[in-house]
């Protein structure tokens, strides 16, 4: 168990906020440059999806500035359903830059697997069910998930973060459905919490997922003191003890 999930357990943590969230709730006009739902922030975002969540045959990315702290857990989630197109892929995830270089373009050099904003602790649900974990940079050092074949249907792609400590380095768990598809926590070195610009999610394109639809998309966060295991120099230790 991380010090961060014993302090919760303990109830050593603070509320958990919402940080961003995205209803889709538009009536079929361009994401990019449409405040979140709840954030206060514009999208930046290539022409992927329309801000009533249908996907489009574009390639790229839409993302959200997000400047992460150590000791905190973050939760980023997205609903997909993948209704219609094939052979591509729907990613979700964080990257270092952040915004995309063709805002309202499609650039498949803005996806999470090319150089513009290249993923970090990012995956991908693909058109046979199956899903694919990356730490970075890019597609870079896959993670092995440790679950099979899911079936048809629309399901929840999840990421917990945990950035217990310094900020060097951080874990992250990732979900369809609320099930582990890395069978648990994956330590992330190939970037600091502090280099991690943005959260949002990324395409293939090439018309591979026209009509396929996105919902509720959202990042949460939850503060937690950090994990010191000894009381303070000069505290009374007999008050501490139980």
């Given at each position: 168990m991380t010090p961060a999930a014993a302090l919760l357990?303990?109830?050593?943590?603070?509320?958990?906020?919402?940080?961003?969230?995205e209803a889709f709730?538009?009536?079929?006009?361009?994401?990019?440059?449409?405040?979140?739902?709840?954030?206060?922030?514009?999208?930046?975002?290539?022409?992927?999806?329309?801000?009533?969540?249908?996907?489009?045959?574009?390639?790229g990315s839409a993302v959200l500035p997000v400047a992460l702290e150590p000791n905190h857990i973050y939760t980023l989630s997205i609903d997909f359903d993948y209704t219609s197109g094939t052979?591509?892929?729907?990613?979700?995830?964080?990257?270092?830059?952040?915004?995309?270089?063709?805002?309202?373009?499609?650039?498949?050099?803005?996806?999470?697997?090319n150089n513009n904003v290249p993923g970090f602790s990012w995956m991908i649900y693909k058109d046979d069910n199956t899903v694919s974990v990356f730490e970075g940079p890019k597609a870079g050092t896959t993670v092995l998930p440790s679950s099979g074949t899911f079936s048809d249907g629309p399901h929840t792609l999840k990421i917990v973060i945990d950035t217990s400590g310094d900020g060097t380095t951080f874990?992250?768990?990732?979900?369809?459905?609320?099930?582990?598809?890395?069978?648990?926590?994956?330590?992330?070195?190939?970037?600091?919490?502090?280099?991690i610009k943005s959260v949002g999610f990324t395409q293939y394109g090439s018309g591979r997922l026209t009509g396929s639809t996105i919902d509720d998309f959202s990042l949460t966060d939850i503060a937690f003191a950090p994990w010191n295991p000894l009381p303070a120099s000069g505290t009374d230790r007999s008050a501490t003890e139980v």
């Open positions: 357990l303990a109830g050593s943590a603070g509320a958990e906020r919402i940080l961003y969230s709730d538009g009536a079929g006009s361009v994401l990019n440059g449409k405040i979140a739902t709840t954030g206060g922030v514009a999208w930046s975002a290539n022409s992927i999806a329309t801000d009533n969540g249908v996907l489009t045959p574009d390639a052979g591509g892929w729907l990613g979700l995830g964080f990257s270092s830059s952040a915004a995309v270089t063709n805002p309202g373009g499609s650039t498949t050099g803005d996806r999470f697997s874990t992250a768990d990732f979900f369809v459905d609320d099930v582990s598809v890395t069978g648990g926590p994956q330590l992330i070195d190939a970037i600091t919490v502090a280099e």
